[in-house]
């Protein structure tokens, strides 16, 4: 497996991450602000992955493959550049579930055959790449008229970012969250391409709610993010996105 300088600091990151047990803990109470995201994302993918060929793209751990699993695929290969997150991945799904294959591999030059995959998703991944490498492999591996579903984060919250600086440890050196450019990559790649965005209202007032599935609050105020996100100049202030996609 060939890696470029960035695939082997980002592996070591993500090796030391999953290998002393602690993960994004520290960031976890900040995601629930992400719950509509993360409800759309597999409300997606359950439409979508039925009876299916699909692939887990950077899947870590292997969480998320197994709640897909649900879903009734037909398979699920699951791939990382992590030692530490497919041994993790394999372990938690030796008992559980046959149904997906978890493997050690580089996302932007997957060993897997061209035109092999329904489905391509996967959830902050694309932001710890080369993107046009990744997007052209995604594409390589799709079956015509193919789908891709991502979740990714975005660089254009001035506040956001003023976190990020003041949290660098909690990261990779080399992540880059996107920005318009990005978006607009993709567009240019895949068709029918929609792009979702989340996380605005729901992280400023992250205090004053528990659980955002029975708070009455941040259903308020995520339905105020959504008409906010509908003004072009306002979708700045995203956290992240949901992205979807079709092989052209």
Not at 144 to 165: C, H, M, Q, W
Request: glycine content about 6%; overall charge positive.
């Amino acid at each position: 497996m060939t890696l470029s300088d960035i695939n082997i600091r980002e592996k070591k990151f993500h090796n030391e991450l999953h290998s002393s047990g602690e993960g994004r803990s520290t960031q976890g109470k900040f995601y629930k602000a992400l719950y509509s995201l993360n409800k759309d994302f597999k409300k997606l993918l359950k439409l979508k992955v039925k009876s299916v060929q699909v692939l887990d793209y950077g899947c870590g751990s292997g969480n998320f493959a197994q709640e897909v699993s649900l879903f009734e695929p037909k398979k699920i290969i699951g791939v990382d550049i992590s030692e530490e997150a497919i041994k993790k991945a394999k372990k938690n799904s030796e008992v559980s579930n046959n149904n997906i294959d978890f493997r050690v591999d580089n996302c932007e030059k997957l060993s897997l055959e061209t035109n092999s995959f329904d489905i391509v998703y996967g959830s902050g991944i694309l932001h710890h790449l080369d993107l046009k490498k990744s997007l052209n492999e995604i594409n390589r591996v799709l079956k015509k008229d193919g789908s891709i579903i991502f979740v990714e984060p975005l660089a254009t919250n001035p506040i956001i970012n003023i976190y990020r600086k003041l949290t660098p440890s909690a990261r990779s050196p080399d992540e880059h969250p996107f920005k318009t450019d990005d978006i607009e990559l993709i567009k240019g790649i895949f068709k029918n391409v929609e792009i979702k965005y989340y996380g605005f209202l729901t992280l400023v007032f992250l205090p004053f709610y528990k659980s955002p599935e029975n708070s009455r609050l941040f259903k308020i105020i995520s339905s105020i993010d959504k008409m906010i996100f509908r003004v072009k100049y306002f979708k700045f202030l995203a956290w992240s996105i949901l992205i979807k996609g079709e092989k052209i």
